[in-house]
């Protein structure tokens, strides 16, 4: 069975950290560029930061740019992304993609085949 797990989310302040990971079993990632998505209440799904296949290419959209990091680790079949001063807008349920890009990525939903169930971030003092 084909699956993406996301952990590592939870309850942070404002200006904390959290380190989320997503990982695949019943498939390799090696050859999948990874997407991480947020969606908050009441509002659409956000495409938030990707890593290509190699990790030779990553992008972050404006709002998170200099406060988190994408990271892969295909030894452990695991992504990561890394979440450093947080604000409360960061708030919402992440989920993380994979897809056949390739030697690039992409935060367009559309270009992503599997889908792991979210994990919870809420940034609130």
């Known amino acids: 069975q084909l699956q993406l797990v996301e952990s590592g989310g939870g309850l942070v302040q404002p200006g904390g950290s959290l380190r989320l990971s997503c990982a695949a079993s019943?498939?390799?990632?090696?050859?999948?560029?990874i997407g991480w998505f947020r969606q908050a209440p009441g509002k659409e799904r956000e495409g938030v930061s990707c890593i290509s296949s190699t990790g030779g290419t990553t992008y972050y959209t404006g709002s998170v740019k200099e406060r988190f990091t994408i990271s892969r680790d295909n030894a452990k079949n695991t992504v990561y992304l890394q979440m450093n001063s947080l604000k409360p807008e960061d708030t919402g349920i992440y989920y993380c993609a994979a897809g056949i890009i390739f030697l690039s990525c992409t935060i367009t939903t559309d270009e992503y085949q599997y889908w792991g169930q979210g994990t919870q971030v809420t940034v609130s003092s």
């Open positions: 019943g498939f390799s990632l090696d050859d999948y560029a």
